[in-house]
């Protein structure tokens, strides 16, 4: 059997909606299966929200709502990217799944079982009001190298030291702003650092494809590391309370996101599998047979940004396990996306946010056509630059691509009733496209999508040469040039057809049209389209408009000053310092409606280990509200105090209620929260200003 593909992309947070970033990952692997599937391949094409970890957990507390609840409603909106930019995967699923767990777990049991996984106590940072031990990234405080205030636990971005949590100055939760304190907690790790591991992934680099040179080289770096630099054993284990994958025969233990995360690959695998759509796509095999097969290849498209994921862990886990798993057959690499030279930053405007995108009625294949047009194989950053994305979709798609069947479509439809006809014979075109075909497959399947688009549009610009020189629009006023008039327009039309073909992978849709609408076919179109001249066409339909620099404008306009209300749930983060926040006029601040309350009731909610609702009054009329205090207020001591509350926040509906407002507390390295309290001679529903 040929080989058969198995696809992934990384799987996106299910904590937010995609960014520009997960689109252009996608475009560049949907890109390439479609071209494999051109060539008469099978692939297999999944992808997952990668559901778990401490964020998740917290969003969804801070919502009100279960992490179950927060993943399903982002994973709601998944569809409306992925067919707004025809992204066609095969099948969508979860980390969160059954199939995660099993899997996991089984991975877990077998590498334990090759003596690869071991427990040591470790000391932590642990938040007291929080009842948690802190990752890094809830961990601030001041550098201990440069001494910038509110650094992460990690590393400085002012100076760009890495240190340890326990290093900083001064360090606070970053979700309570308490001061955390040191705990010992037994954790699981992998033995990365074992010779076996060692030996395998320096012979899985070396290995030609499985990943780029300058991918293999950074590993290679941390395999060789010394000292401090060395490669360490992997913590593969959180404590309660946390969203994941419990460790089997470890109570209070789950596994690390990061552990199950890849997992979730072969998960939603599985899942496509058993769900029949496997089946529908011709594959009569089970989940286990097709993965152990040796002709099956498995493929990731993953940005730079985790590499040491993906080329350490990750295939040492699968290989090490033991069949039906074994480790990925290539790790596509790529970089980042900026936007006029700059990292995306929403707060300076140079974000670009797909939906935006589709919103303003912007053609999904622009965006397409201007990522692939900028893609090679190697790990480096991509720009969008507004000018260039609208003279190369301007110059490129309409003015080469398309220009060429809206000009002579006409001609054979007006004069030959959509009769092509070849009077000076197919042959020299022909060979001229199955050059061309192998140059353009050659380059699809090494990734080097701008190559490729740089000898289609090549050939696009020969044949308009072509064209123009031969002035059909001249020849048509001639009868005697009848039979001219016919072959000029038949070699474009054919060319045409054979620059369709080339560009079905990236513009999957304008193709599909074209092979339905102008010649007649009731299929997709392959790369074996390319040596067959249409014989007929129908009435040419517009297929492309150009780019509007309107529309640009409005999609990289920056975005509003933030509202000054804050996130309304027991657990918003902690305040930046006010050096770092975004001025706004007085009339932004006078659309907050801060009102004197009076705390007319305070209780506990079932379920809610950190809220308690209280019932507010503000002279007229009274609103609940549920507020994360719970760990720093016993409710009975506040009935009847006054505090400071948000009234024209919009109401959010929360698993326990409805909140109808935000009460305002203060949080900081020094503890917290604090209750906002007005002085004396202040009665309920006083405006403040």
Request: proline share 7%.
């Amino acid at each position: 059997m040929s080989e058969t593909y198995f696809v992934t992309t990384a799987l996106p947070y299910a904590n937010g909606p995609f960014h520009i970033g997960h689109i252009m990952e996608y475009i560049q692997a949907d890109i390439w299966v479609r071209f494999e599937r051109m060539q008469g391949r099978r692939v297999h094409f999944v992808g997952a929200d990668d559901a778990h970890g401490a964020p998740i957990m917290l969003k969804a507390e801070a919502e009100g709502i279960t992490p179950q609840e927060l993943v399903a409603r982002i994973a709601a909106g998944r569809p409306r990217y992925l067919e707004g930019f025809h992204i066609a995967f095969d099948h969508w699923h979860s980390t969160h799944s059954g199939e995660n767990f099993e899997l996991s777990q089984d991975i877990y049991r077998r590498l334990k079982a090759a003596e690869l996984i071991y427990a040591k106590p470790i000391e932590q940072f642990f938040d007291p009001l929080k009842g948690m031990f802190l990752a890094d990234r809830y961990i601030k405080g001041e550098c201990p190298k440069c001494h910038a205030k509110d650094q992460y636990g990690d590393a400085c971005e002012v100076c760009g030291s890495v240190y340890a949590p326990t290093e900083l100055i001064e360090p606070y939760s970053a979700l309570t702003g308490a001061k955390p304190v040191l705990k010992h907690s037994e954790h699981f790790f992998f033995r990365l650092s074992d010779p076996r591991c060692v030996a395998f992934l320096r012979q899985w680099l070396e290995s030609a494809g499985h990943v780029q040179p300058q991918v293999a080289n950074k590993a290679r770096e941390w395999l060789d590391g010394q000292g401090e630099q060395a490669l360490g054993d992997w913590d593969i284990s959180r404590d309660a309370p946390y969203f994941g994958i419990p460790i089997p025969d470890a109570p209070g233990k789950y596994f690390y996101v990061w552990l199950d995360a890849p997992i979730g690959y072969l998960a939603a695998l599985k899942s496509y599998f058993e769900s029949g759509k496997a089946r529908q796509h011709g594959e009569t095999r089970s989940f286990e047979e097709f993965l152990a097969a040796p002709e099956t290849r498995q493929v990731h498209f993953i940005g730079k940004d985790i590499i040491y994921f993906h080329t350490l862990f990750w295939p040492a886990m699968l290989h090490f396990a033991g069949a039906p798993y074994r480790a990925p057959d290539n790790v596509h690499v790529h970089g980042f996306i900026t936007v006029s030279g700059e990292k995306m930053s929403k707060s300076r405007g140079t974000g670009i946010s797909p939906l935006r995108y589709l919103e303003l009625g912007m053609n999904p294949e622009w965006l397409r056509y201007y990522i692939a047009a900028k893609l090679n194989g190697n790990v480096e950053d991509l720009d969008f630059n507004p000018d260039d994305f609208l003279a190369r979709v301007n110059s490129d798609l309409i003015g080469k691509y398309v220009n060429i069947a809206s000009r002579a479509a006409s001609f054979i439809s007006r004069h030959f009733d959509g009769v092509i006809a070849y009077p000076s014979g197919t042959e020299a075109l022909s060979a001229r496209a199955g050059a061309l075909l192998e140059q353009v497959r050659a380059s699809y399947a090494a990734r080097e999508y701008g190559r490729a688009m740089r000898e289609i549009m090549a050939f696009a610009d020969a044949l308009n040469q072509q064209f123009d020189a031969r002035q059909p629009w001249v020849l048509a006023k001639n009868p005697a040039e009848r039979e001219a008039l016919q072959d000029s327009c038949a070699q474009a039309l054919y060319g045409f057809k054979i620059l369709t073909c080339l560009l079905a992978p990236v513009l999957p849709a304008v193709a599909e049209r074209v092979a339905r609408e102008l010649f007649g076919l009731d299929r997709a179109l392959t790369f074996a389209d390319v040596l067959e001249p249409p014989r007929h066409i129908r009435p040419y339909q517009h297929l492309m408009t150009r780019v509007d620099a309107k529309q640009l404008d409005a999609l990289l306009e920056p975005p509003a000053p933030p509202a000054a209300t804050a996130p309304t749930g027991p657990s918003a983060p902690a305040a930046p310092t006010a050096a770092t926040v975004a001025t706004i006029s007085l009339d932004t601040f006078k659309q907050v409606d801060l009102r004197v309350a009076r705390i007319a009731a305070a209780e506990t909610v079932a379920g809610a280990e950190k809220l308690l609702r209280l019932t507010l009054d503000l002279g007229s009329e009274q609103r609940t509200v549920f507020a994360g205090i719970k760990a720093a207020y016993d409710p009975a001591t506040l009935v009847g105090r006054l505090t400071v509350m948000v009234a024209n926040l919009a109401p959010r509906k929360m698993k326990f209620g409805l909140s109808e407002g935000m009460v305002l507390a203060a949080s900081g390295p020094q503890g917290g929260p604090f209750l906002l309290a007005p002085d004396a001679g202040a009665v309920p529903g006083m405006r403040i200003s």
